[in-house]
């Protein structure tokens, strides 16, 4: 875990016991910003109290957490009145709506959050103690707009896949310039597509327009969210602390229920691409390097690849009209994505 070093230690004393892959941006702040970790609640009885004490014995005390009951039908939203009953140590906030959907939920989420940097936990899952004292460290620390931390999987009798593990696996480096979003972004495996391993610095999600997560998406509208605020971050950093806690083995996920529907899943990542492709082209962002075209052919590969020859086919010509619709041009990726 990243070590946090008292105030009192003076900078040059701290200088010396920083990461050299990291260099310190300045003089450190020493204010305790407030973080608001956004969790949305739908039937999580069996495994929510774990994640709601995680995040309120956690070391680091200016955060509020706001629990969004999404239409829950078994006892968790009882459970969210009694732990908001008990609780002393932190801000709590609980907000009931009629089921919508983990968009809707995490939206009404960040409409009530206060904080100078945003977080978000599922129910199912937990983070270690001193995770945002960590993070709040690193983000003062190197005055980054994103923090991405690593993390692991649970229960370990479930065998976790190679690409989740990278995913959740980051390397310790710093991004910094106006183009620094977007670049770490397509370069940077942990960048997409858990959100929950992102520190967020509210301003990103505010200024200069509100960024909001697509309700219209059951499947993937964190992602789309990724897409739209990092290339507005400076600066970022990714530091390789394992603080969360991801569970693999709920059978009642969205990501489960869409499993075993393959044309189903890549009908709505095409929708998804379509969506990305449209916001970037409104944005005006640059794919000088080619690297944006090919994370959109290598998102969609493996699943087209599925697929009859004559679904493949079908499918390839709708990537190659969309984006071409968006003014987009396929050509400009690398020789292994375009063949």
């Not at 940097?117 to 994103?146: C, G, H, M, Q």
């Not at 044309?263 to 080619?290: C, M, Y």
């Not at 009209?321 to 050509?331: Q, S």
């Amino acid at each position: 875990m990243m070590r946090v070093i008292p105030k009192k230690i003076m900078l040059e004393e701290r200088k010396k016991q920083q990461d050299p892959a990291l260099p310190l941006a300045g003089e450190e702040q020493l204010t305790k910003p407030l973080v608001s970790v956004i969790m949305p609640v739908y039937n999580s009885e069996n495994c929510l109290m774990n994640s709601l004490y995680s995040i309120l014995d956690q070391t680091y005390d200016n955060l509020e957490l706001i629990c969004i009951d999404d239409g829950s039908t078994d006892s968790s939203a009882q459970i969210l009145d009694i732990v908001k009953k008990n609780c002393k140590k932190k801000v709590m906030k609980v907000i009931t709506q009629e089921n919508a959907g983990p968009a809707a939920a995490r939206n009404k989420g960040l409409e009530c959050a206060e904080g100078d940097y945003i977080a978000f936990v599922d129910s199912d899952d937990f983070i270690e103690p001193n995770t945002y004292e960590v993070l709040v460290r690193a983000a003062l620390k190197y005055s980054v707009d994103i923090v991405v931390c690593g993390g692991e999987t649970f229960p370990g009798n479930v065998q976790t896949p190679d690409w989740i593990r990278t995913k959740l696996s980051p390397n310790q480096k710093l991004y910094t310039g106006d183009d620094a979003g977007r670049i770490a972004l397509l370069r940077e495996e942990s960048a997409k597509p858990f959100i929950w391993l992102h520190f967020i610095k509210r301003e990103l999600l505010e200024t200069p327009s509100k960024l909001r997560f697509n309700e219209n998406f059951e499947l993937g509208e964190d992602q789309i969210l990724i897409f739209s605020y990092f290339p507005r971050a400076k600066s970022v950093c990714f530091i390789k602390d394992k603080l969360y806690h991801y569970r693999i083995s709920d059978t009642d996920s969205i990501m489960h229920k869409y499993y075993n529907k393959k044309n189903q899943k890549f009908s709505i990542h095409l929708a998804l691409v379509k969506e990305i492709l449209k916001n970037w082209r409104a944005s005006d962002l640059p794919d000088s390097t080619g690297e944006f075209m090919a994370y959109i052919v290598n998102f969609l590969y493996y699943d087209l690849m599925s697929f009859p020859l004559f679904m493949r086919i079908k499918y390839a010509r709708e990537l190659v009209a969309m984006v071409t619709e968006y003014g987009w041009n396929l050509r400009v990726c690398r020789e292994e994505q375009y063949q």
